[in-house]
């Protein structure tokens, strides 16, 4: 039986980009097509302009429609087809992991969603036919969704070390590349660096939920 994949396994999969590597948010989400997923996420293509080819150009494209996307309380996305996968890719963006907006595009099917940024923790997201399956924010070592330990064991084979409470461990867990290997896991979606600079992303702008305190 082949080695599970490691966090390691994932050293170089943010090459020299330090903005996806220092902001960073991918979703899988499974039996969709990038426009079926767009759709079902109720995006405003952007035009013209898209597809747009590697993340290079997906920042890029972030970067120039940020204000344009901030006024209209959006986030610029973009998805490609890895087999039979869609899979999202948000810059300085944060959708895949608001269950709010992923649970309606997850009935009768997989996703998965992690980030980091330049706030403390680096939340994962396993989606099952409209619920969260196992979910953590903070640390990993609290874990949350209706099966909260189903993946334990494969989280220390993948890198995330012992899991100790926090209050106990001095260390801060880094979980960014573990939560690739840990989504690879889930979905068998093995993203590269080379696959990340070749992908054809089609973009959009996904509306960003309001927050429940504005809420009336």
């Given at each position: 039986?082949?080695?599970?994949?490691?966090?390691?396994?994932?050293?170089?999969?943010?090459?020299?980009?330090?903005?996806?590597?220092?902001?960073?948010?991918?979703?899988?989400?499974q039996?969709?097509?990038?426009?079926g997923?767009?759709?079902?996420?109720?995006?405003r293509?952007?035009?013209?302009?898209?597809?747009?080819?590697?993340?290079?150009?997906?920042?890029?494209?972030?970067?120039?429609?940020?204000?344009?996307?901030?006024?209209?309380?959006?986030?610029?996305?973009?998805?490609?087809?890895?087999?039979?996968?869609?899979?999202?890719?948000?810059?300085?963006?944060?959708?895949?992991?608001?269950?709010?907006?992923?649970?309606?595009?997850?009935?009768?099917r997989?996703?998965?969603?992690?980030?980091?940024?330049?706030?403390?923790?680096?939340?994962?997201?396993?989606?099952?036919?409209?619920?969260?399956?196992?979910?953590?924010?903070?640390?990993?070592?609290?874990?949350?969704?209706?099966?909260?330990?189903?993946?334990?064991?494969?989280?220390?084979?993948?890198?995330?070390?012992?899991?100790?409470?926090?209050?106990e461990?001095?260390?801060?867990?880094?979980?960014?590349?573990?939560?690739?290997?840990?989504?690879?896991?889930?979905?068998?979606?093995r993203?590269?660096?080379?696959?990340?600079?070749?992908?054809?992303?089609?973009c959009?702008?996904?509306a960003?939920?309001?927050?429940?305190?504005?809420?009336?």
């Amino acid at each position: 039986m082949p080695e599970p994949i490691t966090a390691a396994d994932y050293a170089d999969i943010f090459g020299a980009d330090d903005d996806l590597l220092e902001s960073h948010c991918v979703t899988y989400v499974q039996g969709t097509s990038p426009a079926g997923l767009l759709h079902e996420l109720r995006a405003r293509r952007t035009v013209p302009g898209t597809p747009v080819t590697g993340v290079s150009a997906l920042r890029e494209l972030t970067q120039e429609t940020y204000e344009q996307a901030e006024s209209a309380g959006t986030q610029l996305v973009g998805v490609t087809a890895v087999g039979d996968w869609a899979v999202m890719i948000e810059y300085n963006g944060l959708l895949g992991t608001d269950p709010e907006v992923v649970l309606p595009a997850t009935r009768g099917r997989t996703a998965v969603s992690h980030m980091a940024n330049v706030a403390p923790g680096e939340p994962f997201y396993w989606y099952e036919d409209g619920s969260v399956r196992m979910s953590y924010d903070e640390d990993p070592y609290l874990r949350g969704g209706e099966h909260p330990d189903e993946l334990l064991d494969v989280m220390r084979q993948v890198g995330f070390g012992p899991l100790a409470d926090p209050d106990e461990d001095d260390r801060e867990p880094t979980c960014a590349l573990a939560n690739f290997a840990l989504a690879h896991h889930v979905t068998g979606v093995r993203l590269t660096r080379r696959l990340l600079e070749t992908a054809e992303f089609t973009c959009g702008f996904v509306a960003q939920p309001v927050p429940s305190w504005l809420r009336v």
